[in-house]
DNA sequence: CGAGATTCATGTGAAGTATACCTTTAGGCTTAA
DNA sequence: AAGCCTAAAGGTATACTTCACATGAATCTCGTA
C-alpha cells in the first residue's frame, strides 16, 4: 500500500518540472566562470601568483575582508585558471586548497599537516603518528619531483586562534629545506583584526602581499544575483522584486553575498516543494527562517554528547527558574547538569572542562556566556540562550531526543 | 567618607592522565620444499 | 625454512582531569576630616 503511494508520489515528482535548470550554480563551493565586481582583486592575484607559471615561487599573499566578499571565489578562481594553464603546458604547478575550520578536519596542527599531505595522495592516520614524522611525509611527497604548491588556507584566523602560529611559521620555513619544490602560501581571513594575533615575523613572511575585499553593495549584489539566477532557474521562473530583496537582505549583512545565494536557492526549493510555479517573495522571507533553523539544527545535532548534555542543562534551567528571573552562573549549571549525566549515561566532566565547552558554545552562537564579576561574591559567567525564541522548543525536543536515545543503550 | 585590603566563586594556564589509535617486533602457527 | 598472522610493546595526539594561581568588583576596614 505504501509503495504505491509512494510510486505515485515519485512519478508526480517526475512531471512537475523543475524551476532549476541548473542549481549547482547556486550552491556555495561553486566557482562561476566569471565573477563580478571582482576583476581588480582577481588580476591582483593573477599578477603576484603568475610567476608559478615559470616555476619561480609566488610571493605568499594573505587575503582580508568579511564573509561572502568573495575572497574564496575569486581565489579557487584564479587559482583554477593557472592550474589549467599549467597543466596544458606541462607546468608542474599543483594548487591544494584546505578550510581551517572544519573541526576534525585541519583544527590542529597535526590534523593540518595531514590533510595536506593527503592532498597530496597520501594516507595518514588520524592519530598515533609523531607530528615530524607528517611532516616528513608531507615533506617527502612534495620535494620527490620539481613543482609549485599553492597552499590555500581558508579561515586561516581560526586555525591559528586554536593552535597558535607554529603550524604558519614551520610552513614558510621548509621552504628553504625543499630542495625541488617551492610552497606558496595564501591565507585568507575574515578577521579583519586577525594579524594582531599572530607574531610579526611570522606575519611579515606571511603577508609579503596583502589583499583586502570590499563588501559588495546593494547594486552588485544584485548583479551577481541576476548573473546566477539566470543560469540556476529557467526562464520566467522568477518573480519581480525577489532579486532585490534577496539583495537588500544581504546587504544589511554587511554585503555578504553567499548568504544571498543560499537565499534565493533554498527559496527556489521552498517555492519548488509548495507547487509554485515561480519564485515569489513570500517564499524568500520563510527562505530565510528556514536557514536559520536548519543551522542551528545543525550545528546543536552535530555537536558531541556532552556539548549537547550541557546545552539542554542550560535550557532545563532556562525553564525552571524564569519565574525566579534567576541569571545562570556557571556554578548552578554545573549542578544542574551533575544530575542529568547519570540520566543521560554520562560520565560527569569537571568543572574546568565545562567552563571550556560553555566557552565553545559561546563561540558557536548558541549561548552567549559573559564573564563578569559579582564583587564580593566572586566572579562567574553570565549565560543566556542566543537562539531565536521560535526555535526554542524545536532545538529543545531535538537535545532531548538525542540524548533519551542515548539512555536506552545504556 | 574614601582609599586600600579582603573575599568569594570561578576563570584560566600548565602539567598530568586516560583513551584510542598507529607502527614495529617477536613469537607461534601453517605451509611448502 | 619461509611466509603469514596475532599479540605485545612502544609511541603519539587528543580530550579530559588535576593542580594552582589569577581575577575583579562588592564589601569590609580603618585612618582621616
Avoid: W
Avoid at 617527502?140 to 613543482?147: I, R, S, T, V, Y
Wanted: with cysteine.
Amino acid at each position: 500500500m505504501v509503495s504505491k503511494k509512494l510510486n505515485g508520489f515519485f512519478e508526480k515528482f517526475l512531471q512537475t518540472d523543475s524551476l532549476f535548470a541548473n542549481k549547482k550554480v547556486l550552491q556555495s563551493v561553486y566557482v562561476p566562470n566569471e565573477m563580478e565586481h571582482r576583476d581588480e582583486q582577481i588580476n591582483q592575484i593573477a599578477n603576484i601568483l603568475a610567476p608559478a607559471l615559470k616555476v619561480d615561487k609566488p610571493s605568499n599573499l594573505f587575503i582580508y575582508g568579511k564573509t561572502g566578499t568573495g575572497k574564496t571565489a575569486s581565489v579557487r578562481y584564479t587559482t583554477e585558471q593557472i592550474h589549467k594553464v599549467a597543466k596544458e603546458n606541462n607546468i608542474p604547478v599543483n594548487v591544494i586548497y584546505i578550510n581551517c575550520k572544519l573541526k576534525k578536519i585541519a583544527d590542529t596542527e597535526y590534523r593540518l599537516i595531514a590533510e595536506i599531505a593527503r592532498a597530496l595522495g597520501k594516507e595518514i592516520p588520524p592519530t598515533g603518528l609523531p607530528t615530524d614524522e607528517v611532516y616528513n611525509i608531507f615533506f617527502k611527497a612534495l620535494d620527490f619531483k620539481e613543482q609549485i604548491l599553492i597552499l590555500i588556507l581558508d579561515e586561516i584566523d581560526q586555525l591559528i586562534k586554536r593552535t597558535g602560529d607554529e603550524v604558519i611559521y614551520n610552513l614558510t620555513r621548509i621552504n628553504s629545506e625543499l630542495k625541488n619544490s617551492q610552497i606558496s602560501i595564501i591565507g585568507i581571513s575574515n578577521d579583519l583584526m586577525f594579524s594582531n594575533y599572530i607574531d610579526p615575523r611570522v606575519k611579515s613572511s606571511l603577508s609579503e602581499e596583502e589583499i583586502i575585499f570590499p563588501p559588495y553593495n546593494a547594486l552588485q549584489i544584485q548583479d551577481i544575483l541576476r548573473k546566477r539566477a539566470s543560469l540556476a532557474f529557467k526562464k520566467d521562473a522568477v518573480d519581480e522584486g525577489v532579486i532585490p530583496k534577496c539583495a537588500a537582505f544581504a546587504a544589511r549583512e554587511h554585503g555578504d553575498a553567499r548568504r544571498a545565494l543560499e537565499l534565493l536557492r533554498v527559496a527556489g526549493e521552498l517555492a519548488e516543494r509548495s507547487e509554485s510555479k515561480i519564485v515569489q517573495i513570500k517564499h524568500i522571507d520563510e527562505a530565510e527562517e528556514k536557514i536559520e533553523k536548519d543551522r542551528i539544527i545543525d550545528v546543536v545535532h552535530t555537536q558531541p554528547k556532552q556539548f549537547q548534555l550541557v546545552l539542554y542543562s542550560i535550557f532545563l534551567i532556562r525553564n525552571d527558574e524564569q519565574n525566579k528571573k534567576k541569571q545562570i552562573f556557571t556554578g548552578d549549571l554545573y549542578d544542574i547538569y551533575k544530575d542529568l549525566c547519570p540520566k543521560a549515561g554520562l560520565r560527569p566532566i569537571t568543572q574546568r572542562r565545562l567552563s571550556d565547552i560553555v566557552a565553545e558554545l559561546d563561540m558557536l552562537g548558541l549561548i552567549t556566556a559573559k564573564v563578569i564579576s559579582k564583587g564580593r561574591f566572586g566572579r562567574t559567567r553570565e549565560i543566556n540562550l542566543g537562539i531565536p525564541s521560535h526555535l526554542l522548543n524545536k532545538v529543545e525536543t531535538l537535545l532531548a531526543k538525542e540524548l533519551e536515545f542515548n539512555d536506552k543503550k545504556n
